[in-house]
Structure formats: C-alpha cells, structure tokens
C-alpha cells in the first residue's frame, strides 16, 4: 500500500512547495496561513490530478512524470487564485515549472539513492529482480 501512497504525497507535496515559494516570490519570511492554505489547496488537487494521470499512462520516466505534475499545477494554479504578478498565466506557468523542476529533482536524486537508473527509475541488472526490473521477494 505505501508504494501506492508514496508518489501521490511525492506529487502533493512538490505541488504545495512550488505553489508556496512562487506565491511569496521566493521570500520565505512572507509566508502567511493564507499562503498555506492556497498552496496546500493547490498542492492536493494538483498532486492528486497528476498521480491519477500517471497511472493511467503506466509511466515510470522521470521526465514525463515532471512533465505531468508541472501542467497539472499550473491549471490548478491557474483555477484556484489569481496571478500576483504579471499576465494572469505568469504565476501559475512558473509554479508549473517549478513543480516539474522539483519533481524531476526529487524523483531522479531518490531513485539514485535507492540504485535504479537515473531518469527512467528502472532497476538495473540483478539476480532479484524479474523481466520488469521489479525485485522479487
């Protein structure tokens, strides 16, 4: 069950941080609660969106996962409040991409530490592992 947990709370919570330092311009100290709840609002939708979109497209590749995670937050950033600055697309498209910067970050620097490829997330060779790269036993 937490292999199937995991990467939806992976894709909220890069979703949730990208949201929040866009929205403060970077400015940690500006954080507000009201900054907390829009970004968590945004977060969830968003990393809940993408992580449904993900399964059904049966991808494990780093790039398209971040590539689904950025489109999915800056609609949903785009839906849930109005840009601070800019055209009404500029703080939701940079919140996209940071989200997508963050997800390929963070999902390639975990794989890495776990042994798996770099981008792909596949196993590389191993006597525990079956035609699919998943360990057995």
């Not at 947990?5 to 909220?12: C, G, K, S």
């Not at 949201?19 to 969830?44: D, E, P, Y």
């Not at 049966?58 to 971040?66: E, G, L, V």
């Not at 009404?88 to 999902?107: C, K, N, R």
Request: charged share 10%; aromatic share 6%; with cysteine.
């Amino acid at each position: 069950m937490k292999y199937r947990i995991a990467p939806v709370v992976e894709n909220v919570a890069e979703a949730t941080a990208a949201c929040l330092i866009t929205m403060v311009q970077g400015n940690i100290f500006a954080f507000t609660v009201s900054h907390w709840i829009i970004a968590a609002q945004t977060g969830v939708a968003a990393g809940v969106l993408a992580s449904a979109a993900v399964m059904l497209v049966r991808t494990d590749n780093r790039w398209t996962i971040a590539a689904i995670l950025g489109l999915a937050t800056a609609a949903v950033d785009l839906a849930v409040h109005p840009g601070m600055f800019g055209p009404v697309f500029a703080e939701a498209t940079l919140t996209g991409i940071g989200a997508a910067g963050l997800s390929y970050l963070v999902g390639t620097g975990w794989r890495r530490l776990r042994g798996a490829g770099p981008a792909t997330g596949r196993a590389g060779p191993s006597a525990n592992a079956d035609s699919n790269g998943h360990e057995l036993g």
